[in-house]
C-alpha cells in the first residue's frame, strides 16, 4: 500500500517513528502489515537453524525483521532475514545494516509477494548479495537464487520435499526444516 505519491529518501524514512511498519522502496514508503503466524513459524525455524550453523562455525550473523537494511538513498528494507559473513561488505550498526548481506531470505505473503519477487530482487541484485532465497509457505518452496556476472540465476528449487544447497553457507537444507517442526 502506497502511503504518497512522491518520492522519499532514507534521510525522510529515517524520521518515522521507531516501529513504524514501512519499507523504503525505489523511493516510496510501503506498509508492510503483521505476517500470519505460519510466516512467523517458517521464519523462526530458519533463523535458529542458520543461527546454529553460524555461531557453531564463527561464521557471521543472522539476523531477523524487523530490522533496518539500508542498500542506497532510495530504498530501505526489513527482510525476513539476512546473514552476514565475517569479512563482508556489509555493516552492522545499531541503528541497521548497510550494504548488501551475504544472503538474503525473504518469505512471501500475499500483501508482498510482488515486491520480493520483482523490485526488491532487483535491487539485492544490483547492490551485491551473493545469495536471494525465496521461500514460498503456499507452495511449501525454497527457491536460492545465486549472483553471477549475468545477475540473479537459479541455484536449486525444491518444493514439498526435498534439499537445496546454499553454495554461500555451505548448507544443505532439507525443506521440512522450514515447513514443519522441528
Excluded at 34 to 44: I, L
Excluded at 121 to 134: D, F, L, Q, S
Aim: glycine share 8%; charged share 30%; net charge negative.
Amino acid at each position: 500500500m502506497r502511503l504518497l505519491e512522491r518520492k522519499y529518501t532514507v534521510e525522510d524514512y529515517e524520521k518515522l517513528p521507531e516501529g513504524s511498519p514501512y519499507e523504503l522502496i525505489e523511493g516510496e514508503l510501503v506498509m508492510s502489515p503483521s505476517p500470519s503466524f505460519e510466516h512467523f513459524k517458517n521464519s523462526k525455524r530458519l533463523f535458529v537453524k542458520l543461527y546454529g550453523l553460524l555461531k557453531k562455525a564463527g561464521k557471521g550473523e543472522v539476523i531477523y525483521a524487523p530490522f533496518d537494511l539500508y542498500l542506497d538513498e532510495e530504498d530501505a528494507y526489513h527482510p525476513d532475514l539476512m546473514v552476514i559473513l565475517k569479512g563482508s561488505k556489509a555493516k552492522i550498526t545499531s541503528e541497521g545494516v548497510y550494504g548488501s548481506p551475504d544472503v538474503v531470505i525473504e518469505i512471501l505473503s500475499p500483501s508482498n509477494a510482488y515486491y520480493d519477487l520483482k523490485i526488491k530482487k532487483n535491487v539485492y541484485e544490483k547492490a551485491g548479495a551473493r545469495e536471494y532465497w525465496i521461500i514460498d509457505p503456499i507452495e511449501k518452496s525454497v527457491g536460492i537464487y545465486k549472483n553471477t556476472q549475468e545477475g540473479f540465476k537459479m541455484l536449486c528449487r525444491a518444493e514439498g520435499k526435498g534439499k537445496v544447497f546454499s553454495e554461500v553457507l555451505e548448507l544443505e537444507l532439507e525443506i521440512s526444516e522450514v515447513f514443519s517442526e522441528v
